[in-house]
Structure formats: structure tokens, C-alpha cells
């Protein structure tokens, strides 16, 4: 009577330790980075930046699930404040008055064939389908604010052959490096910029 448990105790065990010899990259290209932004578009004044925090658990798009973004966030708010030259940008706690408002969101597409990869032992890959997105709103002092939204969209693969490209493929460098270019090119088109990004995509 005790063997069947300590089968299934075992078997536990294994696949509790099996994830952690997977390899995760992913092999999709970034966004384009953004103009640089050659002269002071707002000196004289600091820029107060509403940083929208945390998300809705219960928020769902279809199969695609939210995950936390914090570390993006900062990613992005930097990439803001290097791309406004002349002037400094602070964090405001208070949405009203704000002179931006910035809000990075990540998102998970659902995969149930994950448990093949799982039962393989890494054999056979997974793939998961993510999504990034930035948005950027600039009051216009008593005009219609103006948005900018930056769409990213890749893919994860696992698998135990990737476990080489870890660290130099991995989905957090990839989001780092994606979030930091969409909020600079999001800065540039709000900052009124000559490049018109929308027509060069």
C-alpha cells in the first residue's frame, strides 16, 4: 500500500525539479529605437509624470492574461526622462495636473501545450506568446491631450536545448531593452518631433 504513494511522491518530485533545467529564449527582433531628439523640446520646467502602478488581477483579453510590469515600468519612466533633454522629468503621485502620464502593461497569451514540454522532461518546446505595451498620454494645457501606444509583440520558446542562450536571449533582457526604445519613441512623437514614426514604420 505504500509503494503506489511513494511512486507518486517521486514522480512529484521530478517535475518539480524539471523547469528548472529548461532553457527559455527568445529570438524576436526589437522595436526600432527612436530619433534622437537633438534640441531641448520643454527646458525652463520640471515634468511631472503620472506613473500608472500595479494591475488588475481580474482583468482578461480573451486567453491573454496580465503579469506584473514594475521593473518595465522603471525601464520605461528612464527612457522618458533621457528623451526629454532640458528639462526635468519627477515622479507625481497625483494623476490631476500631471503633465504626462505613463502606463506599461504586460500580457501572457495562455498555453495549455506547455504540459507536453513538462512531460518530455524539455524534448518537446514550448512556445508562449507575449505581449508589451507602453502608452503615453501629454497634456496639452487645456487642449485634447495627446497619446502615444506602442505595441510589442514576441515570443518565449523553452525547451532544454536552449539552456546556452538563458541569459543572453532571455525574455527579460528582451522586454528591458523593448520597453526602453517604445517609451523613447513615444517621447520623441509627443514631444512633436520632425520624424513622423507612425508614417516610417
Not at 5 to 25: D, E, K, M, W
Not at 108 to 128: D, N, Y
Request: net charge neutral; glycine share 6%; proline share 7%.
Amino acid at each position: 500500500m505504500r509503494r503506489p504513494a511513494r511512486n507518486l511522491c517521486s514522480v512529484l518530485a521530478i517535475l518539480s525539479v524539471l523547469p528548472s533545467s529548461f532553457g527559455c529564449a527568445t529570438f524576436t527582433d526589437l522595436p526600432p529605437a527612436a530619433p534622437r531628439i537633438r534640441e531641448p523640446a520643454e527646458a525652463g520646467r520640471d515634468l511631472s509624470v503620472f506613473v500608472v502602478r500595479g494591475n488588475d488581477p481580474n482583468r482578461r483579453d480573451g486567453y491573454w492574461m496580465p503579469y506584473p510590469a514594475e521593473d518595465q515600468i522603471d525601464v520605461a519612466f528612464d527612457a522618458l526622462r533621457e528623451s526629454v533633454p532640458g528639462a526635468p522629468v519627477v515622479e507625481s503621485k497625483v494623476e490631476d495636473g500631471s503633465d504626462w502620464t505613463l502606463r506599461v502593461e504586460r500580457w501572457r497569451h495562455f498555453q495549455p501545450s506547455g504540459i507536453f514540454t513538462l512531460l518530455t522532461a524539455g524534448l518537446i518546446p514550448a512556445r508562449l506568446h507575449l505581449r508589451l505595451i507602453v502608452k503615453m498620454t501629454r497634456d496639452q494645457d487645456g487642449d485634447l491631450p495627446k497619446t502615444c501606444v506602442q505595441i510589442h509583440r514576441y515570443q518565449q520558446w523553452v525547451q532544454l536545448f536552449l539552456l546556452p542562450w538563458m541569459v543572453s536571449r532571455s525574455a527579460g533582457r528582451h522586454e528591458d531593452a523593448a520597453v526602453g526604445r517604445m517609451a523613447a519613441r513615444c517621447a520623441h512623437e509627443l514631444l512633436d518631433a520632425r520624424t513622423n514614426l507612425r508614417d516610417s514604420e
